[in-house]
């Protein structure tokens, strides 16, 4: 059974940084590709970043590339997030599922950790 657990949300001011991280077994990072999603009020769940079973990154979304950047080691997967800004405001969830060409398809999921950036 995979089981994925988020930490790390919380409220920050615009330009701030958060790191959102989740824990996972060493298995499930070796089986599975690994990711973040968000959804925002009102809107469809959306990519974020992606990391292969081999620890190489898929994709960025475009709306983070050059802002956020993923991570593991061999207990967490990792979200740093700099710069953030209000439009970044959602609930992220960590995924466990398959790539699908440059980004992945997620099949397990976390229980979501919310990401408040005011302005």
């Known amino acids: 059974q995979v089981q994925l657990v988020e930490s790390g949300g919380g409220l920050v001011q615009a330009g701030g940084s958060l790191r959102l991280s989740c824990s996972a077994s060493?298995?499930?990072?070796?089986?599975?590709?690994m990711g973040w999603f968000r959804q925002a009020p009102g809107k469809e769940r959306e990519f974020v970043a992606g990391?292969?079973?081999?620890?190489?990154v898929l994709n960025y979304a475009d709306s983070v590339k050059g802002r956020f950047a993923i991570s593991r080691d061999n207990v967490f997967l990792y979200l740093q997030m700099n710069s953030l800004k209000p439009e970044d405001t959602a609930a992220y969830y960590c995924?466990?599922?398959?790539?699908?060409?440059?980004?992945?398809?997620?099949?397990?999921w976390g229980q979501g950790t919310q990401v408040t950036v005011s302005s």
């Open positions: 995924a466990a599922g398959f790539i699908a060409g440059a980004t992945m398809r997620g099949t397990y």
């Open positions: 060493r298995r499930t990072f070796s089986s599975y590709a």
């Open positions: 990391m292969s079973g081999g620890g190489f």
